[in-house]
T-cell receptor, first 116, second 118 residues
Framework: DAKTTQPPSMDCAEGRAANLPCNHSTISGNEYVYWYRQIHSQGPQYIIHGLKNNETNEMASLIITEDRKSSTLILPHATLRDTAVYYCIVRGVTMYSGGGADGLTFGKGTHLIIQP | DTGVSQDPRHKITKRGQNVTFRCDPISEHNRLYWYRQTLGQGPEFLTYFQNEAQLEKSRLLSDRFSAERPKGSFSTLEIQRTEQGDSAMYLC????????????????FGPGTRLTVL
């Protein structure tokens, strides 16, 4: 799985859009970009994933650059409850072979702090 | 609550003791994962099961760590002869995988078990 680079921390004002960047310059053609977040004292929570097209769901939008070397997670109207560590993960589609590591590879993520 | 549950939520033990943690996945999920998370770090993958088969265990941190999922439902993670360096949050996750191609892999995480080794 390709390595990702994220800023260690970011601030955002409540009600504004939070834009979290992620660099994944070594991503290969069959690797997806996933985002998870972890609120303090909880397990990680899936947010969104994408391959090459922009994606949107009820939680967030994911913008992937045309060369797929970077992406941005957008929380359109951040609230205090969005304060969390956000992890960008790159992961390939694999054929089930009954073996091999299948866990997610988390980095240190970005600690997003929403300010009131 | 139909999410992933873990028990206990907190465990304090003395160095050298054995500890066992339990994870109950979402009922229809066939894959179950264990992770360890130390302070300031992201979760670190340890092992996973497809039904009752343990498909990856080379990432377990040492031979003191073992995991089981005997009936393909709940799982246990055991640490023998605990050391202070084992103090961490132990997370369990589950997912539903079907077919030969993993199209995406949303894993649902439990709240974790926080282990403190004195």
């Amino acid at each position: 799985d390709a390595k990702t680079t994220q800023p260690p921390s970011m601030d955002c004002a409540e009600g504004r859009a939070a834009n979290l960047p992620c660099n994944h310059s070594t991503i290969s053609g069959n690797e997806y970009v996933y985002w998870y977040r972890q609120i303090h004292s909880q397990g990680p929570q899936y947010i969104i994933h994408g391959l090459k097209n922009n994606e949107t769901n009820e939680m967030a939008s994911l913008i992937i650059t045309e060369d797929r070397k970077s992406s941005t997670l957008i929380l359109p109207h951040a609230t205090l409850r969005d304060t969390a560590v956000y992890y960008c993960i790159v992961r390939g589609v694999t054929m089930y072979s009954g073996g091999g590591a299948d866990g997610l590879t988390f980095g240190k993520g970005t600690h997003l702090i929403i300010q009131p | 609550d139909t999410g992933v549950s873990q028990d206990p939520r907190h465990k304090i033990t003395k160095r050298g003791q054995n500890v066992t943690f339990r994870c109950d996945p979402i009922s229809e999920h066939n894959r179950l994962y264990w992770y360890r998370q130390t302070l300031g770090q992201g979760p670190e993958f340890l092992t996973y099961f497809q039904n009752e088969a343990q498909l990856e265990k080379s990432r377990l941190l040492s031979d003191r760590f073992s995991a089981e999922r005997p009936k393909g439902s709940f799982s246990t993670l055991e640490i023998q002869r605990t050391e202070q360096g084992d103090s961490a949050m132990y997370l369990c996750a589950s997912s539903l995988e079907s077919g030969r191609v993993r199209r995406y892999n949303e894993q649902f995480f439990g709240p974790g078990t926080r282990l403190t080794v004195l």
